[in-house]
């Protein structure tokens, strides 16, 4: 069993600390840097608080669109290429995985752009 806090909310912790105490502390010229390292935890704690089930399931959707097996790499290479070559253009399945994946990736890296699109 693991300790709490999880390493979800000591992400959360490290991320106020940098944020709130040790960015102000900083030279002018490395708070793009913080800022990135502030964006780049964030990112990290909310990957680990949705878990694998996302990728999971974008894999269990290419699988089955594509009626192909591999990693979920290799799935959305695929995917890519038969998009390229006009095999999705008229399919509403493949529309609703790029919409789906896409959502997930912004929940992910940046979850306060989503209100603007009512999700």
Known sequence: MREHPDGAALLAMAREVLRKELLPLLPKEKTYDALMLINAIGIAERQLQFGEQPQRAEKAELCALL??????AELNRSFARKIREGEFDSRAAARQLLWDATVQRVRESSPKALPAYGL
């Not at 009626?67 to 979920?72: K, M, Q, Y």
């Open 67 to 72: 009626d192909e097996e591999g990693s979920l």
